[in-house]
């Protein structure tokens, strides 16, 4: 079955939730994207009933601390993982291939480096290019971030369902190729519109939960994924985040916790 795992859902200074990062997955490929900040993201994995061997693709959308430090951590045990088979892939821009290898550089043991030499192989993608992560077909692309270089990306799945990832900012207009008509939609909704004096989002380059609808809405996509949010509105947050978007996208609104599945049946 086809699904997202979410790991995390939470922006970047969280403390009672994980930063945002998922799992995306197929019948035969498990894609692991971003790793939030720090080794909480072995906590999120084994709660899901993941296992370090069963993960082979690493997607990383940019080197930002909630995102990056968690792939150092998943790095650090696949190269000490008795039972890893095959090779890590992970793919990511130029900016987050420098972060990632001079940390790993700087920080593992010389045992750990010789593996992670032999088990992980690195990807650096360039804006645009199409490549294969097991059965899935994806296509990055640069959000044209003014904050750090930041890749989303389109995946086909083996059904032809296609999601479209857009990153942890708002949406450019110049990525509209790869977004418009999605079966899903994973944006960022920092917070709701009706708190945005409390939130400041748009001071943080962020989105509203009723930007993501209106969104949605404009690019004729079929189902929306909100995540990356403020954890001080979490007994609220399905409800209230599901309601604003509502206001402008009539298609299905996914609102996810920690931890949870959802089908892209």
Same mark, same amino acid.
Request: aromatic share 8%; glycine share 8%; proline share 3%.
């Given at each position: 079955? $086809?699904? &997202? ?8 200074? +969280?403390?009672? &939730?994980? $930063?945002?990062?998922? !799992? ?14 720090? $080794? ?11 296992? &370090? ?6 997607? !990383?959308?940019?080197? #930002? ?27 990511? @821009? ?28 690195? #990807? ?5 290019? @199409?490549? /294969? %992560? ?13 904050? =750090? ?5 389109? %995946?086909?799945?083996? /059904?032809?369902?296609? +999601?479209?990832?857009?990153? /942890? =900012?708002?949406? @450019?207009?110049? $990525? ?18 009706? /708190? ?51 206001? @402008?996208?009539?298609?299905? &609104? +996914?609102?996810?916790?920690?931890? =949870?599945?959802?089908?892209? %049946?």
């Amino acid at each position: 079955m $086809n699904k &997202i795992t979410m790991l995390g859902t939470g922006s970047a200074t +969280v403390s009672h &939730i994980y $930063n945002t990062c998922f !799992v995306l997955s197929t019948a035969t490929t498990r894609l692991l994207v971003d790793a939030g900040g720090g $080794n909480g993201i072995l906590t999120q994995l084994r709660k899901v009933g993941l296992p &370090i061997s069963d993960i082979h693709h690493l997607f !990383v959308t940019h080197a #930002h601390t909630d995102h990056v430090l968690g792939v150092i951590w998943v790095i650090r045990m696949v190269a000490q993982c008795k039972g890893y088979e095959g090779h890590l892939h992970v793919y990511g @821009n130029d900016k987050v291939m420098k972060v990632v290898r001079t940390i790993i550089d700087m920080i593992l043991a010389k045992k750990q480096l010789s593996k992670v030499g032999e088990r992980v192989v690195f #990807h650096e993608l360039t804006d645009g290019e @199409n490549f /294969d %992560a097991g059965d899935i077909r994806l296509t990055c692309f640069d959000i044209h971030s003014t904050k =750090e270089k930041q890749y989303g990306f389109r %995946a086909q799945l083996p /059904d032809s369902t296609v +999601v479209a990832c857009l990153g /942890d =900012e708002p949406y @450019n207009p110049l $990525n509209r190729p790869y977004i418009e008509h999605a079966d899903w939609m994973m944006c960022e909704a920092f917070c709701l519109y009706a /708190d945005r004096d409390t939130f400041k989002p748009y001071e943080k380059c962020h989105s509203t939960a009723l930007d993501a609808g209106r969104l949605a809405a404009e690019l004729g996509v079929k189902n929306l994924i909100l995540y990356h949010t403020e954890e001080k509105t979490l007994s609220t947050r399905k409800e209230s985040y599901t309601k604003e978007a509502a206001e @402008n996208f009539k298609g299905k &609104i +996914v609102v996810p916790d920690d931890l =949870e599945e959802i089908s892209l %049946a």
